[in-house]
């Protein structure tokens, strides 16, 4: 278990009990919550943030920061797979209690399609990118990690695809994405062609990203809000 900074608890006073806490919103304090186990707690903080800031920029900010203090610690030594385990698991638990709840009437517009690429197992990202597409109107379907490039073509030919955002983490994995991008334009092909946005740690580096047959390399998710936002403008 964690040793960082304990929380400042919600107040017991009910007129002041919702009122975020800003000084409390630190990534180093949501790392270990992560690392705790405790989703309440992590929910609970990603809900302040939430309501001082737009939700891609907690998501690129605060918890992206975390979840990178995760990793640095998995990879010094200080914490084990276990803990990465936990945070990671913990995380997800949070992100699905603050997801939006747009309701069936705002399920209305494009559909757009997520996937980690083939032997591609970071997947949180895509969740964060679910629930912005999902604020913004947007249908989504999040295939999830590690998906077969054959497979996802298919998916994309079946459906009315609007938007294909795939996600990598390793620079070695260009070619896999390369394929992928391919394979998707390939099942669905169209004047112009389907969109195809990339994120993940592996848009970090230029020599990997050269090149790709695709609409944007996106950095953050703030930068995939604007590009979806101005896509289901023109679509409209
Ligand atoms: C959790 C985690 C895992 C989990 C993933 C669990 C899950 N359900 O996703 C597991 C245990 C599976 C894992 C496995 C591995 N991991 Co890992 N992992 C992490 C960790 C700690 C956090 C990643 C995370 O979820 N961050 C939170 C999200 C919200 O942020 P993000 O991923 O940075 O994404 C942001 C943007 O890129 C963008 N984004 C992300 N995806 C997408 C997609 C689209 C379409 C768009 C538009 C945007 C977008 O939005 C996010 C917010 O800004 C990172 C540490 C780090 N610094 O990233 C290491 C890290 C990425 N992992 C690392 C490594 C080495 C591995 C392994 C190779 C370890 C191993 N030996 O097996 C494997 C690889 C597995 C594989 N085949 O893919 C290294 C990578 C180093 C490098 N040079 O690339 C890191 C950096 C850890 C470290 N410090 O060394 N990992």
Same mark, same amino acid.
């Given at each position: ?5 304990? !929380? ?10 919702? /009122? ?6 630190? %990534? =180093?304090?949501?790392?270990?919550? &992560?690392?705790?186990?405790?989703? =309440? &707690? $992590?929910?609970? $903080? ?9 939700? #891609? ?11 990178? !203090?995760?990793?640095?610690?998995? +990879? ?5 797979? #276990?803990? =990465?385990?936990? @945070? ?5 638990? #949070? ?6 709840? %747009?309701? %069936? ?6 559909? *757009? ?7 591609? /197992?970071?997947?949180?990202?895509? $969740? ?8 913004? @109107? ?17 998916? $994309?030919? /079946? ?21 992928? #991008?391919?394979?998707? /334009?390939? @099942? ?19 020599? *990997? ?23 289901? @403008?023109?679509? +409209?």
């Amino acid at each position: 278990m964690s040793d960082e900074t304990p !929380l400042r608890l919600p107040s017991v006073d009910p007129l002041e009990a919702t /009122r975020p806490h800003p000084s409390t919103l630190t %990534p =180093e304090l949501l790392a270990g919550l &992560l690392a705790d186990g405790d989703d =309440e &707690l $992590v929910a609970w $903080v990603l809900r302040d943030a939430l309501a001082e800031r737009p939700r #891609a920029e907690v998501y690129d900010g605060l918890l992206r920061e975390a979840m990178d !203090l995760v990793g640095e610690r998995w +990879a010094s030594g200080r914490w084990t797979v #276990a803990e =990465e385990h936990l @945070a990671s698991q913990t995380l997800l638990r #949070a992100l699905d209690a603050v997801r939006p709840d %747009p309701g %069936p009437e705002g399920r209305t517009g494009p559909l *757009a399609v997520l996937a980690g690429v083939a032997g591609e /197992r970071h997947m949180i990202g895509l $969740v964060c990118l679910d629930h912005i597409l999902q604020e913004s @109107a947007w249908t989504v379907a999040d295939l999830g990690a590690d998906v077969p490039v054959d497979d996802l073509a298919r998916f $994309v030919a /079946r459906n009315e695809v609007a938007l294909v955002a795939l996600a990598a983490s390793d620079p070695a994995r260009g070619s896999v994405v390369a394929e992928t #991008a391919a394979a998707v /334009r390939a @099942a669905r092909p169209s004047t112009p062609p389907l969109p195809i946005i990339v994120g993940g740690r592996f848009t970090g580096d230029p020599a *990997a990203t050269s090149g790709l047959d695709v609409d944007r390399v996106v950095g953050s998710l703030v930068e995939a809000e604007v590009f979806a936002r101005s896509l289901a @403008a023109r679509l +409209a």
